[in-house]
């Protein structure tokens, strides 16, 4: 993280109160992390920080594209993202576990660096399934020969062929328990 400095926030010179902090993340944010869904983007974020004398409050506003690969098609495309997520930092020598949005910091810290919990709220901001959004026609953005050569591939299944009525009696003892 030696080269996320800008994402470092100096905490001793700090003042009480609230603080705005905006960063710009792009290609070369994501290259810092490794293995992630999302490789690029071009996302604006608005940090809003409330430090108080034994507790800062941070509000993180994410808001952009990144771009992701197709489950469906294995091409790249942009995915639109929002969120807000709110994170408590407090102060203590012993970290203890009270859950995903609060950190723990030593009473001495200089700075705290935001980085890893930016990347975070862009990764979980990501839907589950990674399809190309259908144009205002409700046709697939999708690759189209990919498509194709996965309608060819696709296994056909046959239809359930209608029940033997001569069960239906016996059917009937299963249901009366």
């Known amino acids: 993280m030696a080269n996320l400095k800008a994402y470092n926030i100096a905490l001793k010179g700090l003042g009480t109160g609230e603080h705005r902090f905006?960063?710009?993340?792009?290609?070369?944010?994501?290259?810092?992390?490794?293995g992630g869904i999302a490789e690029d983007g071009d996302i604006s974020v608005v940090l809003k920080l409330e430090k108080q004398s034994s507790l800062i409050v941070l509000w993180f506003h994410v808001e952009g594209t990144v771009k992701i690969?197709?489950?469906?098609?294995?091409?790249?495309?942009?995915?639109?993202?929002?969120?807000?997520n709110t994170v408590y930092v407090k102060y203590g020598e012993e970290k203890y576990e009270e859950g995903d949005d609060v950190v723990w910091i030593a009473p001495d810290e200089s700075h705290i660096n935001v980085a890893k919990l930016i990347y975070d709220f862009i990764i979980l901001s990501i839907p589950i399934k990674h399809v190309h959004p259908d144009d205002e026609n409700g046709n697939s953005l999708c690759n189209p020969e990919m498509l194709k050569k996965l309608a060819q591939m696709s296994v056909k299944v046959e239809k359930e062929k209608p029940a033997d009525s001569r069960w239906d009696e016996l059917k009937k003892l299963l249901d009366n328990k």
């Open 22 to 34: 905006d960063y710009q993340v792009e290609r070369k944010f994501f290259e810092y992390f490794d």
């Open 69 to 84: 690969q197709c489950d469906r098609c294995l091409d790249l495309f942009d995915q639109p993202i929002e969120s807000e």
